[in-house]
């Protein structure tokens, strides 16, 4: 008697609930199942649409532009960067999930690549609060922004357009400003949070990776090209991503051609030239 059941009702009750630690738990009960073959992905009824995913009433949402900026060489500034990570954390909890749940037409290879990264990012999040609570502060204390399920929620409807602009452009991010945040954690002597951002950081490269590979599998799927679909994405939608330091060799490991790291170091310049 097959008695493996449907992963989807699982992830969809992940993705509702709002307590972050029940949250990680169920994240990590799921990924034990579904490697476990007590879950699967076989066909099923199609993903219900809901706008928000389950996150608790703190922190305080406000726009991108309006959380306010702190020194770190204060307590409470440094506390707020911590908060800051300690919420992508979060909510790229929620966008695994959502990816996983939501595109259920691709193969059992794409369910379990992005079940796995969101018990990596669960993982994350407890260990960058738990740096938060050593200083004093606990997620929820500080304003935070919802720029990341936003663009979750704009790429509902294609699992392309979702493989393009977050795993290659908004977790891409986090391997250019990382290093750098890096740096500062480490001027301030704080040895246990460096040790947390050596965690994300190795992560990320290969959660960005798996987006690679799936954007290029659902270009080939579609008869694509994949550079050139990518620089009219991220024109139309998030060219802001991109101004600023490129982490070359970061980006090279998780995945991006050549040319198009040439293409975003550029990418200002190359708009000009039309």
Known sequence: MNTTQSVFPALLSALNECDPEAKCRLTDEISA??????????????????????????????PANAVRPRKMNTPEGYAAMLHA?????????????????RFRTLPAAFTADW?????????????????????????????AHNHLWDMAYKTAFDPLLRMALVPRVLEARGLDVTPA??????????????????IIYRDEVGHVQIGNHWYQYLCAERGLEPVALFRMLISRYDLFIFRGYVNIEARERAGFSRFELDMLEDFERGLGRG
């Not at 076989?42 to 928000?52: K, Q, T």
């Not at 796995?116 to 938060?132: C, K, T």
């Not at 500062?184 to 951002?197: F, H, I, P, R």
Request: overall charge negative; aromatic content about 10%.
């Open 33 to 62: 199942a579904f490697s476990d073959g007590l879950l699967d992905n076989a066909p099923a009824e199609a993903p219900e649409d809901f706008r928000f995913a389950g996150r608790p009433a703190k922190p305080r949402l406000v």
């Open 85 to 101: 990570i300690c919420h992508i954390e979060f909510n790229a909890v929620n966008l695994a999930l959502d990816a996983a749940y």
């Open 115 to 143: 079940i796995r990264v969101a018990q990596e990012e669960a993982g994350h999040f407890r260990l960058m609060r738990a740096r938060l609570q050593a200083h004093g502060f606990d997620y929820g204390d500080f304003e």
């Open 181 to 198: 945040i890096r740096a500062k954690v480490e001027q301030k002597g704080d040895a246990e949070t460096c040790a947390v951002l050596d």
